[in-house]
């Protein structure tokens, strides 16, 4: 019986996921499903092999939450954070090596918040502050050492 609830659940589930051949996106931007309408659900996207690409989240045509970018290799390579469709929260990216190598904040689909820039030995490059979109603070650039080289203020 509990094999038989949890196989249900499961068709369920993926029977409310996309894959990437049956959504559209418009030319006003919004994701649409077979039958013409703004989908709302979970997608994916799989590499030729089958590894997981992408995965996110589409309310009523706009992507909505987290979506997860992944190499072929199947380590992760971005982290995005949307908010009805606007870029809003904290991004990260990973090189194929698994080295975390950037880290941005978005507010309403503007830069807004800590950025950060790493080289692929995780050494950091750049430390950058945006408010509203516009450059803000001190920004710091470091060598490939990690001495800082440089610092300009933009307040």
């Given at each position: 019986m509990r094999t038989f609830f949890i196989t249900g659940f499961l068709i369920a589930f993926f029977s409310l996921c996309a894959t990437g051949q049956d959504l559209t996106k418009g030319d006003d931007g919004l994701f649409y499903g077979a039958d013409n309408k703004p989908y709302s659900g979970a997608y994916q996207e799989y590499y030729p092999d089958g590894q997981l690409r992408t995965l996110m989240n589409i309310v009523n045509g706009l992507i909505d939450g987290e979506v997860q970018l992944y190499f072929s290799n199947g380590l992760q390579n971005e982290i995005r954070s949307y908010k009805e469709g606007e870029m809003h929260?904290?991004?990260?990216?990973?090189?194929?090596?698994?080295?975390?190598?950037?880290?941005?904040?978005?507010?309403?689909?503007?830069?807004?918040?800590?950025?950060?820039?790493?080289?692929?030995?995780?050494?950091?490059?750049?430390?950058?502050?945006y408010h509203q979109g516009s450059r803000s603070g001190t920004w710091k650039m470091y060598d490939k050492n990690g001495t800082l080289i440089s610092e300009k203020d933009f307040d």
């Open positions: 929260g904290q991004w990260t990216t990973w090189n194929e090596q698994g080295q975390k190598i950037a880290e941005a904040e978005y507010y309403e689909g503007q830069k807004h918040g800590k950025w950060y820039v790493w080289n692929e030995e995780g050494v950091l490059l750049y430390d950058m502050t």
